[in-house]
Structure formats: C-alpha cells, structure tokens
C-alpha cells in the first residue's frame, strides 16, 4: 500500500504506510525490511524538504545496515 501510495504520488499516505510498516518490522526483527522502509522515509522526507527528518531516518537506515550486514 505505501509504495502504491508513493507511486501515485500520494506522499502523506505513503508515509504512513511506511511507518506502519515499519513498526511490524521493527516488532518482528526484520532489519533488512526496517531499513528499507527508514530508506524509502528519507527519501519521502527529502522530497518534502523536511531535511531533518530525512537524514534521521538515512542515518537509522544506514546503522541498521553496518550492524546487521557487514
């Protein structure tokens, strides 16, 4: 649903897809699928120029990257 969203250009609802998402990633440990989902919020957040954000959720993105797949 949130890639749907993000695709038709619907960037508030992909965002919440995307945090939704997320949160059954986090609860069931799937690093790799988290780090996607902070990945593609980063991006969305970048997009609307909530720079901030964006790089808080590239840095988690990245973290979860090292630790788990290096």
């Known amino acids: 649903m949130a ?3 993000l695709s ?3 960037d508030n609802k992909a965002l919440l ?3 939704e998402v997320a949160e ?3 609860n069931l440990g799937n690093m790799e699928k988290l780090g996607s989902c902070y990945n593609n919020l980063g ?3 970048l997009k609307k ?3 901030d954000i964006a790089n808080q959720f ?3 993105s990245i973290m979860i990257l090292e ?3 290096n």
């Open 58 to 60: 590239i840095d988690k």
């Open 49 to 51: 120029e909530q720079f």
């Open 67 to 69: 630790k788990n797949f």
């Open 24 to 26: 059954h990633f986090e």
């Open 3 to 5: 890639r749907n969203s």
């Open 8 to 10: 038709k250009g619907e």
């Open 17 to 19: 897809g995307f945090h």
């Open 43 to 45: 991006c969305i957040y």
